[in-house]
């Protein structure tokens, strides 16, 4: 192999990248929950892993990207055909957002990212990024972004940050860190872990294995939910732990990232279903809206499937379906092509973002841990026994319901998006 370090680094990108599949293959039915699995401590959560193979593929991953060194500099230009080269063979869902830059990015979000102060003023403060060290000859993430809306048109104001040399400075360092909020905290912090984990150590203890296998349909919607059997779960690993894919494409310190990590798990794990909801739905009217109506429809689909579980628990099941199918849909599909083409740049200089070749490499294999495709929601009434017709008219009711949602953000109305359950 190349001693160039960027030959190195680019060779090993590319050897995960390929590894990622671009389907999960459940023809089978649904994945198996073992109750006998213990619960392991990987990296800043606990996780009831799946097959030994899996724990083992994660750890030869991290040795191997602990060995790895960093990128270097450099200017090669990307070549026509570049990120299709990159991606194949696999393939972009119907819908996903296409953007011409970072700002473009971040104000076809804004509506659904962004709390709304007043139906003419919103603002995504980010600073809770900036306590956290970066590596040398790097800008601390953060900043506060403060955007103007007329009839429904979203302009950015103005955006303030205590570290940055002036504005310009602080308007390229709010975009890097408006990538890692929307990659690293919401997507994978927030969605894959700090609510599916909670709630699937919860019900996969050995003492809840009775209880679970006596009731057919829980024993379906743990395994429709279920993280632990599929590759997505060997994915986050890769995506966001020490050394890791993120690790390696941002300015963030590995320990920083495990630390900040650590906060963000934390924060989300700890707050009830109704604060969550409330938090990722303070956006337009319209965005509110969708998110209310997607939420008491995932709150009615428990609720018709008659689950042997206290109302506590009910409200944590319904969260998972909802943050998994509806908030999952939005967050992961909002990543690939933005991630793919640099318009969700992880690297904080302070300067606009150049796509280079070998970021694009790396960008590229982070956005395709994105593009693995389990299936959705419309899919699930096939998966479950045919004598069940209660449950599969409940799920069919709720799928239903999200393919009429219209959020009013870009390539994600619900008739067209992928809403994966299993992600």
């Known amino acids: 192999m190349s001693k160039d370090p960027n030959a190195i680094v680019n060779a090993i990108f590319k050897g995960l990248r390929d590894a990622i599949p671009a389907n999960v293959d459940y023809s089978k039915g649904l994945p198996n929950l073992d109750f006998s699995e213990p619960e392991r401590d990987f990296l800043f959560y606990g996780l009831k892993h799946g097959p030994d193979d899996h724990y ?9 990207l602990q060995k790895t060194p960093h990128m270097v500099p450099e200017d090669e230009p990307i070549e026509e055909g570049f990120y299709e080269e990159l991606i194949s063979p696999k393939k972009f869902p119907e819908a996903y957002q296409k953007c011409t830059s970072p700002l473009d990015c971040f104000l076809k979000n804004a509506p659904a990212l962004c709390k709304h102060i007043s139906d003419n003023v919103a ?7 900036s306590s956290y060290a970066v590596k040398e000859g790097f800008q601390p993430y953060g900043g506060k972004a403060t ?11 103005k955006v303030e940050n205590a570290n940055a040399a002036g504005p310009e400075e602080a308007l390229h360092i709010f975009f890097s860190s408006f ?17 599916a984990q909670r709630l ?5 203890y050995p003492n809840d294995e009775t209880k679970v296998n006596n009731n057919p349909r829980l024993k379906s919607l743990l395994q429709v939910l279920t993280t632990r059997v599929n590759e997505v779960s060997i994915n986050e690993h890769l995506l966001i732990g020490k050394n890791s894919l993120v690790a ?16 963000l798990y934390e924060m989300y ?8 909801v409330t938090l990722l739905g303070d956006g337009s009217k319209q965005w509110e809206e969708a998110v209310n109506t997607g939420w008491q429809a995932a709150q009615k689909l428990i609720q018709d499937l008659e689950l042997p579980v206290d109302a506590s628990d009910a409200e944590l099941l319904a969260l998972d379906v909802w943050v998994s199918s509806f908030y999952h849909q939005f967050i992961g ?9 640099g318009n969700l740049p992880f690297p904080c200089t302070g300067k606009p973002h150049e796509q280079t070749k070998d970021y694009a490499i790396k960008s590229t294999t982070i956005a395709v841990t994105t593009m693995t495709r389990t299936y959705s929601v419309l899919q699930v009434p096939a998966l479950i026994d045919q004598k069940d017709q209660k449950s599969i008219a409940a799920w069919k009711e709720y799928g239903e319901v999200l393919a009429s949602l219209d959020t009013g953000i870009d390539q994600f109305i619900g008739s067209g998006a992928y809403a994966a359950v299993n992600f």
Do not use: C
């Not at 955007?147 to 104001?157: R, S």
């Not at 990543?335 to 793919?340: A, M, P, R, Y």
């Open 200 to 204: 699937l150590i919860k019900f996969t």
């Open 333 to 341: 599909n909002l990543q690939l092509d933005n991630l793919i083409k």
């Open 56 to 64: 083992w593929l994660d750890k030869a991953a991290f040795l191997i």
């Open 248 to 263: 390696r494409a941002s300015s963030f310190t590995n320990y920083a990232l495990i630390g900040a990590g650590q906060a």
């Open 147 to 157: 955007l103007n809306i007329t009839n429904g048109v979203y302009e950015l104001e």
């Open 123 to 129: 603002e995504l403060d980010l600073d809770y990024l």
């Open 269 to 276: 794990a700890q707050m009830s279903p109704t604060d969550l």
């Open 179 to 195: 990538a890692i909020h929307v990659v690293f905290e919401r997507h994978a912090v927030m969605t894959h872990l700090s609510v």
